[in-house]
T-cell receptor
Framework: DGGITQSPKYLFRKEGQNVTLSCEQNLNHDAMYWYRQDPGQGLRLIYYSQIVNDFQKGDIAEGYSVSREKKESFPLTVTSAQKNPTAFYLC????????????FGSGTRLTVV | GESVGLHLPTLSVQEGDNSIINCAYSNSASDYFIWYKQESGKGPQFIIDIRSNMDKRQGQRVTVLLNKTVKHLSLQIAATQPGDSAVYFCAETSGSARQLTFGSGTQLTVLP
């Protein structure tokens, strides 16, 4: 998937637990994004980061947290405050170029059990 | 906020026929558009893009048409193959942040 590694591929969470989804890239891209995808729906932006040590909330940031301590890594934590976390989570990166699409990872499917 | 939407959630075509997937966008400031293909359980893959100063762009078996007057985008796939079965998303961007806004997707099914 173009140098983006998301892990794990499948993740199960118990009620009340925090879980962290990993996203690592070796593309040397500046910007990184987390999207949530529900069945039959499009992609909704959770958080994004355009530079190390800086990140911004997206459209549905409540119940999620992120960090960007290294350019290569942008982990997403799904906290217990997220009441409906079951979804497919996609990480994406983008170069600093003006017009260029995102490169996506292969996704993590999170299920609450 | 602005949104990107698709006319039809599903599309079924016979193998070998041409497919046309449509997308309407509402942000008149959008100046760059992308089509993505997403196979089941995988991340979206870039297919083709087009800038707002163009109205047509061709790739291998795919053509994107942009009609800025009616804010409409379409993806044409020639000689559709079973491997083309997937969900297709359009996305648009504008402004200095260049963040993409995605449509809800169209499920394309290729019938034998």
């Amino acid at each position: 998937d173009g140098g983006i590694t998301q892990s794990p591929k499948y993740l199960f969470r118990k009620e009340g637990q925090n879980v962290t989804l990993s996203c690592e890239q070796n593309l040397n891209h500046d910007a990184m994004y987390w999207y949530r995808q529900d069945p039959g729906q499009g992609l909704r932006l959770i958080y994004y980061s355009q530079i190390v040590n800086d990140f911004q909330k997206g459209d549905i940031a409540e119940g999620y947290s992120v960090s960007r301590e290294k350019k290569e890594s942008f982990p997403l934590t799904v906290t217990s405050a997220q009441k409906n976390p079951t979804a497919f989570y996609l990480c994406a990166t983008k170069t600093g170029a003006q017009d260029y699409g995102y490169t996506f990872g292969s996704g993590t499917r999170l299920t609450v059990v | 906020g602005e949104s990107v939407g698709l006319h039809l959630p599903t599309l079924s075509v016979q193998e070998g026929d041409n497919s046309i997937i449509n997308c309407a966008y509402s942000n008149s400031a959008s100046d760059y558009f992308i089509w993505y293909k997403q196979e089941s359980g995988k991340g979206p893959q870039f297919i083709i893009d087009i800038r707002s100063n163009m109205d047509k762009r061709q790739g291998q078996r795919v053509t994107v048409l942009l009609n800025k007057t009616v804010k409409h985008l379409s993806l044409q796939i020639a000689a559709t193959q079973p491997g083309d079965s997937a969900v297709y998303f359009c996305a648009e961007t504008s402004g200095s942040a260049r963040q993409l806004t995605f449509g809800s997707g169209t499920q394309l099914t290729v019938l034998p």
